[in-house]
């Protein structure tokens, strides 16, 4: 398997991420068309278990595209999507869930019209029942949560939304996390207390795989990064090493060339 | 730029602002309280006639009710407009005197004497009341138990006719609406062909007991043609479910509706196997265990208490569903189908699982209606049918097993309850009215659901599709 990644020269799947044992997510080639429409054109990348993943990239790049490619939203129509090794692409997201996917999707999508306990108790849905104990950890993580557990999930603010959604999808127990944009919208201070809650529950073991726009935030959070550009990565480095490279700081981090 | 050059361009603001019912001049509600009872006054009188175009107006407006009516709508006005302020004072002291701290117990200061004593002590009193039914379980259980006592001595209290229509009209429909329910209410699918599984059940009586022109395998008895049937409707609600799901909102109401018309062609042109308009018999109910035997035959009481037993039956297995894990899967995915698979709810299945269990109970009702009748044929189920259960269930109150009981038993009893009191031509006419005025004043429903209630309002506010059904962006995404 990493003869496999050694002899694709594409720069998705370099180095870096890929050593050791089998890594915890991989996307291998992935092509995805919206009809007739292309929007991931062979992009490859690898997620290691207990790290964290930041994608970056420009509006419309395919970064979105990727994830639900990732969590069996959207079926690749070539390429293959690999759980600790194994093939995954082809199933339902309903039935990932249950291999220990979470996604965030873009938007939040939270169940507006459900309180913030019941959408908690949603987010436990393959759990049958849900855990107590993962109820007290989404509260200590958002304690704002906490105070609002029977409001209306519709009239909460933005940045509670996004907490919710979250902590939604920690309640299912997933050992990997798919975020899209977590900071969408989002005032500079709560999107530092999201960034640092996201850091905590790396820490307490959840893998992470990142989109965001927010690209020194991002990389300052992650351990590898992949810049996306027309469905294509064209990029990809230790997050240390994409902060400091003049082209990310170029075009994502809004500093002029000099 | 000055004032005055934008003046000539912007329309005015107090033409546009919208200003509510009390805010406008006081003749303009004299004038709507005129014409309302104008209105009733022609709406209650006599009835028109044939040869006669404007016999009827010229009576009404002629004899004491228009002026009975004119009296009662001028008093409302009267009232409304210059004792509005006193009659507010009075009850807003009322609530202030009833409103008191929520236990009882630990009001140290005793209740006032006169007037506002009792008030005070009634409303504890029915604070409490109410709080031992939502507490304990034997006070809730108790009054089920009278309830259902109430309806088991019901048609001892009534006629003959009302007999009649509790068991082939409300009886008949309290079951459809019941699984129309799940389909409606608690999956969010609009379901227009909803009667097409009735038909269904009752042909599947029909045949089973050797009614129709082609011979069934083995007759069976009508109480064993009941798993049958459900079992055909299953299928037949999966056969048109598996290709629609994708579809929702009007997309699905049109399938649906469409599904209907084929099974009604089907039942009226197929006349070798159904006997099309001509019809077809059915047996009745019977049972006999050998030591005893009993059969069901015109007397109407009987069919009541048995389709007493399938509604409470039914009801028992509902309304446990209702907050179960189904339920839940169901309330997620008329919210929004995406996040709900992202949660890990299978919404195909669920959506399936929700059509086949309102087409099997469809096709119970179906089962009995025809073995009531002992007779069935094509026009019994015609699609209007379908459009009346719908509008059945939205009336009462969609995703609410009281509310759809409840609306359901109203808007069947009033066209017979009308039978007396109009033309007899005119009594679906009054039934269109009530239910414009239902859903323009209350949309929510009789008796709605708290979650159905919520879900209006704030789609109001501008959060979430205006109703479960409505055509929701990502509805068809994989
Ligand atoms: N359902 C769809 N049908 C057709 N085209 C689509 C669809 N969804 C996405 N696309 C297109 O695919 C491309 C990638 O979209 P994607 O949502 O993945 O972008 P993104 O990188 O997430 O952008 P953003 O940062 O703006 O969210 C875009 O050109 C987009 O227009
Ligand atoms: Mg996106």
Redesign the pocket.
Known sequence: MSTDLEKDARPGAGDGAADGPTPLLELRDLHVY??A?G?LKGVSLTVPEGQVVALL??????????L?AASGMLQPRSGEVLLRGERVDGIKSHELVRFGIGHVP?GRRVFARMTVLENLKMGAYRLRRPDPADLERVFTLFPRLADRRKQVAGTLSGGEQQMLAIGRALMGKPELLLL??PSMGLAPLIVQQIFEILKEINEQGTTLLL?E?NASQALQLADYGYV?ET?AVVMSDRAPALLSDPRVRAAYLGEAVE | MTAGVTAGKTPSAARLRKQSWYQQPRYRRLFAMVITAVVMAQVTGVQGARNDLFYALEENFTGTGIWIWLGIFLAIWAVREFLHGWLRGFVDRFKELAAAPSDAAARKDPPPSGVPGLVRRAADGSRAVRGLFRTHRGYQLGGMAALLGLLILLPLMVSTFWQQVMVDQIGMFLLIAIGLNVVVGWAGMLDLGFIAFFAIGAYSAAFWTGGLPVEPPVELNNFLVIPVAVLTCLIAGVLLGAPTLRLRGDYLAIVTLGFHEIVYLTAKNWTEFTGGTRGASSDRFSIDLGFWSYEWGLDPAPYYWLQLAFIVGVLFLFLRLEHSRVGRAWTAIREDEVAAASTGVDTVRFKLLAFAIGASTSGIAGVIYASKLGFINSEMFLVLLSVLALSYVVFGGMGSIPGVLLGTAILVWLPEYLRDSVDPQDRYMYLGGLLVVMMIYRPQGLWPSRRRQRELRMSQEGTGAADALGAQPGGAQA
């Open positions: 919206y009809g429409i929007a990239g420009a509006n419309g790049a395919g970064k979105s595209t990727t639900k873009e899209d944009e989109v726009q996306l469905g």
